[in-house]
């Protein structure tokens, strides 16, 4: 049986910089505003082995985060040398050490295209060139050129699955079937009751 769209979900995750800038309430607030409901919520220091399945589980998924990176360097007018796969690895070394620092809080969303949405209020992945109004361009001002010249992660205080079939894997990486709530919020009445029964009085 095919799904309602309303049940999508998606995997967010608030990074250590987020974290460490008490950013949280403000960052699952701008979810919650949209009309997301939170199902599944944590709050840890990720393991190695979390982290490499999170960014880098296969050849392929390393290639196309390095081909991504390229392509968004180009952007921003830096020129990288480095094969994808290169590049890709560069980053996901780097990410393991800054993901494991502090904190992150983990959550799966659910809701209408669930992950567009969440990924249309991140912004985009650099926070110098995120737009106005997204969590990336309204909370920090960290750049590719700034987190190559000090040899880190760019610090863009959030991640966001990218499609339906990274979403379902991420999700697998942070949580078991049964930490993943199933309720109803008021406010969906409003967002998916299809003739708005009940609510005249």
């Known amino acids: 049986m095919k799904k309602h769209p309303r049940e999508e979900k998606t995997l967010v995750l608030v990074k250590p910089d987020g974290v460490q800038r008490s950013l949280v309430g403000e960052i699952i607030s701008r979810f919650e505003k949209v009309g997301l409901k939170i199902v599944a919520l944590k709050i840890l220091i990720p393991t190695e082995k979390q982290i490499a399945a999170l960014y880098g589980p296969s050849k392929e998924e390393i290639r196309a985060l390095g081909k991504r990176s390229i392509e968004n ?32 809080v983990v959550m799966i969303l659910q809701g209408n295209q669930a992950i567009a949405i969440a990924r249309k209020l991140a912004g985009g992945t650099e926070p110098l060139n995120s737009d106005v109004g997204t969590i990336r361009g309204d909370f920090t001002i960290d750049s590719y050129q700034m987190a190559d010249a000090d040899g880190r992660a760019v610090r863009n205080v959030v991640h966001c699955s990218g499609s339906q079939k990274e979403a ?13 709530l199933k309720y109803k919020l008021i ?14 009085e």
């Open 73 to 104: 360097q180009l952007k921003s007018g830096i020129e990288i040398k480095a094969s994808p796969y290169k590049q890709g690895m560069k980053i996901v070394n780097k990410l393991k050490r800054f993901m494991r620092a502090g904190p992150v």
């Open 168 to 180: 379902e894997r991420e999700i697998k990486i942070w949580f078991t079937q049964e930490e993943i």
């Open 187 to 200: 406010s969906e009445k409003i967002l998916y009751d299809v003739n708005l029964d009940g609510i005249l």
